[in-house]
């Protein structure tokens, strides 16, 4: 039976929003990162059956299938396609499922999965372009509920189902600053150690994370207002950063991996999507992990390490509190409060660092889950190789 193997893992450093990757096309910061997991890996880029990239705002600098855009920046051959994937916020990571899906399936033998997002040049929300998303049948079937906002062109709000989780799961503001300063914190020590070198491919000068902040303090994040809600727990500071950057993974089988000399450093051993209510909007990784533990035959406790994007801090707190994981292995490497969330590139950068924190340390099962515009999440299990 065939199988599905990640053999290399690549991503730019991530920039803050207006920072240093922030004068880069996408386009080229896409094709900068292609290139970068080419060389390192090793492979032919003749060889690619396929690109599927993760962009969450499709119009502008980002229009016009960024992906196959991705392929011709890079210098790769023209027979090369490429295509690109919109499921929110876990873009790259399904862009990741559907090249395994492709790879096992027998359709293609090596597909390079990824993403981006340059929140600086495409700013969040713009792919509205005056429209009025969800139509009459979704806003009626949903009206009247917390956290609906009748009458908004988006009526489902991020950052308020942040703060209806932190009230349901009974998370207060000293839990939520104290985790966003722990992220930070994991996220400085990785990178003084040097953890974060062999996934990075520096570009423009760019040499490491601009977002992660050394000098932040307990006191200063809770001298931050909470924009979402007048008496409510979440900030600038407990949510993800507006950041610019790109990842991207080459899967294939191990069979053919074997015969073009590649390496596989991780298998794919188990992918899911799920769906959950779409104005809490965030709680989508808790049936996520549930589903893809079932699937996948392992435990919570099977799992050495587990990235759960940080997208406001009461979501991974409340994947905590619901599945019963260890928080020491959560995010070890800190997360998107402190390295920032380039929306369609996300996924890929969660898996990239996720893979070669699993090599570090012989760590033989990680889950990756996302939580997801419209209430979604995915789900990854990698097995070491």
């Known amino acids: 039976m065939r199988d ?13 929003r207006k920072g240093g990757l922030s004068h880069i096309h996408p386009v080229d910061l896409s094709g900068h990162v292609l290139s970068a997991l080419a060389e390192r890996t090793g492979f032919d880029p003749a060889d690619v059956d396929d690109v599927v990239w993760g962009c969450v705002s499709q119009v502008g600098d980002q229009s016009w299938n960024v992906g196959r855009s991705a392929v011709l920046a890079a210098g790769w051959p023209e027979t090369v396609p490429g295509t690109t994937v919109d499921r929110q916020c876990g873009s790259s990571q399904q862009a990741v499922h559907f090249a395994a899906g492709a790879v096992i399936s027998g359709q293609a033998d090596l597909v390079v999965a990824g993403g981006v997002e340059s929140m600086t040049r495409v700013p969040m929300g713009s792919s509205v372009v005056g429209g009025v998303p969800f139509g009459e049948r979704v806003r009626a079937r949903y009206a009247g509920q917390e956290g609906y906002a009748d009458g908004e062109i988006a009526p489902f709000n991020q950052g308020v189902g942040a703060e209806m989780i932190a009230a349901r799961w009974g998370l207060s503001r000293q839990q939520l600053d104290e985790f966003a300063l722990s992220s930070h914190a994991r996220a400085a020590k990785a990178s003084d150690a040097g953890d974060f070198a062999k996934e990075i491919a520096p570009v423009a000068g760019v040499t490491a994370d601009e977002g992660i902040r050394r000098d932040t303090t307990l006191s200063a994040l809770g001298a931050l207002k909470t924009p979402f809600k007048a008496d409510g727990v979440v900030t600038a500071g407990s949510a993800s950063q507006i950041s610019d950057g790109a990842a991207a993974l080459a899967v294939t ?18 992918a899911v999507v799920a769906g959950d209510d779409p104005v809490i909007m965030l709680t989508g990784p808790i049936p996520a992990t549930a589903k893809v533990l079932e699937r996948a035959g392992l435990t919570i406790n099977d799992i050495g390490a587990y990235e759960v994007n940080e997208a406001f801090a009461p979501v991974p707190l409340a994947w905590l509190a619901e599945t019963g994981a260890d928080p020491a292995r959560l995010n070890p490497r800190g997360g998107a409060i402190a390295l920032g969330h380039p929306l369609g590139g996300s996924g890929a950068r969660l898996m990239t660092t996720l893979v070669h924190h699993m090599r570090d340390n012989g760590i033989r099962y990680g889950l990756q889950t996302m939580c997801e515009g419209g209430g979604m999440a995915n789900a990854t299990i990698l097995e070491l190789w």
């Open 4 to 16: 599905a193997v990640i053999v290399g893992a690549v991503r730019t450093p991530v920039g803050r």
């Open 253 to 270: 089988t191990s069979e053919w991996a074997a015969a073009a000399g590649l390496a596989p450093l991780a298998r794919i051993h188990t």
